[in-house]
């Protein structure tokens, strides 16, 4: 089988190694890597082909026709139209790859002039594309969690993690599922499952790939603290059917409490010294109150990290974010042992604090819908188009905006996402029993063919 090559937007297709195109030159470049800035660079490369056909105006047409193709190159960069790409499949190879073509220059052949009147026209197109090549076929990864294993059509997850076999908050991809050498682009697809319409007002999307995702535990829950409040029970609103209900402050003055949970040797082994986003969700509550949370030392009061002080409104139920944390502090080792993790809060309040998540960063991305999903519509998280949106039907709604990312699957190791979202309903709270369905696809990357 020879090389075959192709110019393509999706719709129309320009092949340079057939229907009277001949390929002469094409040898795939690698990247150069930028040390300083820590990034692969774009790759610049000529392919030379000749145009022969049976009249000067069918020459003519063919290259005009590919000159206009990749004038939506340029356009694309500026999100005005489709995206072009370059196909490329080696002779040995069993699939095909392709790369965007980010900007183009055509050239001619020295005697074109003459070649023309011959009907035959000697070209060299100078494309400048990305670094890297990725599978020209959009895959479905097979899914699992503590209930499903190897579910390639989607899969179910809850709005929280209880720890046990079926309420999971997160999918799990295999180590062998993901190809490729570099982390691949994919598309998150989250189906509203729960019965009505919702209006997303926060959705998080975290990926562990480096934190030992099949045991790290991301969460901790409310009523696990050391001691102080109140443990409440209610198996349909809060994770683990408990949460931590405790008042700060009274008759007008207000007060601090602080509450703090083990950070167990195993998770911060597991954790390496990475970086994680606390999340804590709010099952209720009413006042006032600042919170900060701080990484403790094992007994509880030296202080090794602080984070930023975070007001809580009044009537609140809900995710927070309490900012990034590096767990622990001190950088990578897998011999950590356990610390402790403290929240304090400051005002005049009681709250119901169900659980505290500890969000890992090897890709983060959040989503804000400003329209409603119905029952049976998706939100749509595409790293490979850099898109976000609902897909309603074959509507695709432009209502959603993200920020973080890009998410990005690790090849050669576990990939666990882990979605937990909040929205308009009850006070911008999402409760624990929303379920989304989960489709993850994806297109492996490499640097060469």
């Not at 190897?150 to 309420?167: C, F, R």
């Not at 829950?221 to 700060?248: H, K, M, P």
């Not at 490979?384 to 905006?401: K, P």
């Amino acid at each position: 089988m020879t090389n075959t090559l192709s110019v393509t937007d999706g719709t129309t297709t320009i092949s340079l190694t057939s229907s009277g195109v001949v390929l002469t030159s094409y040898m795939p470049k690698a990247p150069d890597f930028d040390a300083a800035t820590g990034n692969y660079k774009d790759v610049t490369e000529p392919v030379e082909f000749l145009i022969a056909d049976t009249t000067t105006a069918n020459v003519q047409a063919k290259l005009a026709t590919l000159d206009v193709l990749l004038q939506g190159a340029r356009r694309a960069q500026n999100g005005r139209g489709a995206r072009v790409y370059l196909h490329f499949q080696a002779g040995a190879d069993s699939a095909a790859w392709r790369s965007e073509i980010l900007d183009y220059r055509l050239e001619l052949g020295e005697d074109a002039a003459v070649g023309l009147y011959q009907a035959r026209l000697e070209c060299t197109l100078i494309v400048v594309r990305r670094f890297y090549w990725e599978g020209t076929t959009l895959t479905n990864l097979a899914l699992s969690n503590s209930a499903t294993s190897g579910a390639t059509s989607g899969l179910n997850i809850y709005n929280h993690d209880d720890g046990g076999t079926g309420h999971d908050n997160w999918v799990q991809i295999a180590s062998t599922d993901v190809t490729g050498v570099l982390p691949a682009g994919c598309q998150v697809r989250l189906t509203n499952d729960t019965g009505t319409t919702l209006t997303y007002t926060k959705i998080y999307l975290a990926l562990n790939a480096y934190s030992d995702p099949a045991n790290f535990s991301h969460i901790l829950e409310g009523e696990n603290r050391a001691s102080g409040g109140t443990i409440v029970s209610d198996a349909t609103y809060y994770s683990n059917g408990q949460a931590l209900s405790f008042t700060v402050g009274s008759g007008g003055t207000p007060s601090t409490s602080t509450f703090t949970w083990t950070l167990p040797a195993a998770t911060l082994q597991d954790a390496a010294g990475r970086a994680f986003r606390l999340l804590a969700r709010f099952a209720g509550g009413l006042g006032t109150t600042t919170v900060h949370a701080e990484v403790r030392a094992a007994n509880g009061t030296s202080v090794l990290w602080r984070g930023d002080s975070v007001a809580l409104p009044g009537l609140y139920g809900g995710l927070t974010d309490l900012g990034v944390v590096p767990l622990p502090p001190g950088g990578y080792s897998t011999a950590y042992g356990a610390l402790t993790l403290a929240l304090t809060f400051t005002g005049i309040a009681t709250r119901y604090l169900d659980f505290l998540q500890l969000t890992p960063m090897d890709a983060f991305v959040l989503l804000e819908c400003m329209a409603p999903c119905a029952h049976g519509e998706r939100v749509i998280y595409d790293s490979i188009d850099e898109r976000q949106y609902i897909l309603s039907g074959n509507a695709e709604l432009g209502y959603v905006t993200a920020s973080g990312g890009p998410l990005l699957l690790q090849p050669g190791v576990v990939n666990r996402l882990i979605v937990l979202q909040e929205n308009s309903t009850v006070t911008n709270r999402g409760e624990i029993y929303e379920m989304f369905t989960v489709l993850v696809r994806y297109r492996p990357r490499r640097l060469t063919i």
